[in-house]
């Protein structure tokens, strides 16, 4: 069975890092380009930020409103993906997914992890 | 950024009738546009994407149409389980990609 598991959110004080992970079972995970999304309480959906796989470079790309704070990248020797955040605000808290990327969309989701950024 | 817009907010729905849900995209994403539903809880779930392609797995009374710049969700018949959240996502400028705000359909 495919699956993504996120984990290492919490509680943290605004300015602080945070680092969460994502561990894939059941398939290749060298093979696929990974996804962050998030969800702020109550609100919609937002992208967060994408890493390529090894055969496309590797490289990542993210949304104006984490570049420069947040950092994707990936282990594919233990099949996790992380998303490192500095410099946390209020405004990041949220339920962070992280998906699977296949054929231009994000089809597979994990359970997701609340991150609250709070005093 | 490729903005997009749904409406409505909210649909009130009685079970087994038909519900319609619009979404629009401030330019052209072709056929490259994607609807999710999403429960209290839980995951967004893939429903359709090109446009009117089911993903694996969803049942025939979701359908999805449109191009350009104006799309369609149509459950036909509505089912307890279909009480939820949808998005509707454009992934013509992948992976950058954007959402709607959502429509929720409740029970009337």
């Known amino acids: 069975e495919v699956q993504l598991v996120e984990s290492g959110g919490g509680l943290v004080q605004p300015g602080r890092s945070l680092r969460l992970s994502c561990t894939a079972s059941?398939?290749?995970?060298?093979?696929?380009?990974m996804s962050w999304f998030r969800q702020a309480p109550g609100k919609g959906l937002e992208w967060v930020g994408f890493?390529?796989?090894?055969?496309?470079?590797?490289?990542?790309e993210y949304a104006a409103s984490v570049k420069g704070r947040f950092t994707i990248s990936r282990d594919d020797s233990k099949s996790i993906a992380y998303l490192q955040m500095n410099s946390l605000k209020t405004e990041d808290t949220a339920v962070y997914y992280c998906?699977?990327?296949?054929?231009?969309?994000?089809?597979?989701w994990g359970q997701g992890t609340l991150v609250t950024v709070s005093s | 950024e490729i903005v997009m817009t749904q409406s409505p907010a909210t649909l009130s729905v009685s079970p087994g009738e038909r519900a319609t849900l619009s979404c629009r995209a401030s330019?052209?994403?072709?056929?490259?546009l994607a609807w999710y539903q999403q429960k209290p809880g839980q995951a967004p779930r893939l429903l359709i994407y090109?446009?009117?392609t089911r993903a694996t797995g969803i049942p025939a009374r979701f359908s999805g149409s449109g191009s350009g710049t104006e799309f369609t969700l149509t459950i036909s018949s509505l089912q307890s389980e279909d009480f939820a959240v949808y998005y509707c996502?454009?992934?013509?400028?992948?992976?950058?990609?954007?959402f709607g705000q959502g429509t929720k359909v409740e029970i009337k």
């Open positions: 998906t699977r990327f296949d054929r231009w969309l994000p089809r597979i």
């Open positions: 059941g398939f290749t995970f060298g093979d696929y380009a």
């Open positions: 890493i390529r796989s090894k055969a496309y470079g590797g490289t990542t």
């Open positions: 330019q052209s994403v072709s056929s490259n």
């Open positions: 090109g446009a009117s």
């Open positions: 996502q454009q992934y013509n400028n992948w992976p950058r990609w954007t």
